[in-house]
């Protein structure tokens, strides 16, 4: 019912900035929560934050709140992590997700992009 595509993902020195889209289609969008999750190589995927429909309520996690900004244009159905003083570690295939605020930030939604690669050179 809802297609994601992930966009704006590549190689930038530490210090850097990115920008990463995430451009939705489906009827149902307009009701969705969007959230962006994070997996390095070798580890576990991660929440790194999420933002209501409306976008008055945002969330992050505390390692990354200050470096990472979540903001969403419904008119163009697409959600945007704004990605500040990037470091190595931030190094990682970056996937958006959406549904219910509760579902997003738990990562129990059946509604995935195709992820992007952000690679972060020291």
């Known amino acids: 019912q809802v297609q994601l595509v992930e966009s704006g993902g590549g190689l930038v020195q530490a210090g850097g900035s990115l920008r990463l889209s995430c451009a939705a289609s489906g009827r149902t969008f307009s009701s969705y929560a969007m959230g962006w999750f994070r997996q390095a190589p070798g580890k576990e995927r991660e929440f790194v934050t999420a933002i209501s429909w409306s976008g008055t309520m945002t969330y992050y996690t505390d390692s990354l709140k200050g470096r990472f900004t979540i903001s969403r244009d419904n008119a163009k159905n697409t959600v945007y992590l704004q990605m500040n003083n990037l470091r190595p570690e931030d190094t990682a295939v970056y996937y958006c997700?959406?549904?219910?605020?509760?579902?997003?930030?738990?990562?129990?939604?059946?509604?995935w992009g195709q992820g992007t690669q952000v690679t972060v050179s020291s």
């Open positions: 997700a959406a549904g219910s605020v509760e579902m997003v930030v738990r990562g129990h939604t059946d509604y």
